[in-house]
């Protein structure tokens, strides 16, 4: 069950710093499953991220404790009916404590109406991500490889 959520705030660009190195930080789990340093998430640069936090498509929300961004996500509108979850992380020293599934179910609550199908990926050897989004009503939509390992896809009607 996830814990009681700080209300999430919108992040902005003035954020993209501290959400990258919490981004970078958070995917070194991922990193280490998939023997795979060059994971995009890794590699994103301070301009790429600023690019995505200004198209108005994308929607990014934060958890923050004292101050400190604890979690992130961020949701990008692919059309009227379709939002795309990507970039959901959590501080190191903070998973395991359901910020990740508050978030994305606080997220996922706060999409636009017209939004009916909600999307995301993780790597198959994510297998905490792949329960958690198995529990949250998520279902395996295909898969394709990336390397040594698939990149598992998932959807969620609305």
Do not use: I
């Amino acid at each position: 069950m996830a814990q009681p959520l700080t209300e999430p705030v919108a992040l902005g660009p003035a954020d993209a710093g501290e959400l990258l190195t919490l981004q970078r930080a958070a995917y070194v789990t991922e990193a280490r499953l998939h023997d795979d340093v060059g994971l995009p998430p890794l590699r994103q640069t301070l301009e790429e991220l600023l690019a995505e936090l200004e198209d108005p498509a994308c929607q990014a929300w934060g958890v923050r404790e004292s101050g400190r961004l604890v979690a992130g996500v961020r949701v990008h509108r692919v059309d009227a009916g379709t939002a795309e979850v990507g970039r959901l992380v959590v501080a190191p020293d903070r998973q395991g404590n359901g910020l990740g599934t508050a978030l994305l179910s606080w997220a996922e609550d706060h999409v636009p109406s017209t939004v009916t199908t909600v999307r995301l990926f993780t790597g198959e050897r994510s297998t905490a991500n792949l329960r958690l989004y198995h529990r949250l009503g998520y279902r395996e939509t295909g898969r394709v490889p990336a390397g040594d390992y698939a990149l598992v896809y998932l959807a969620k009607r609305r």
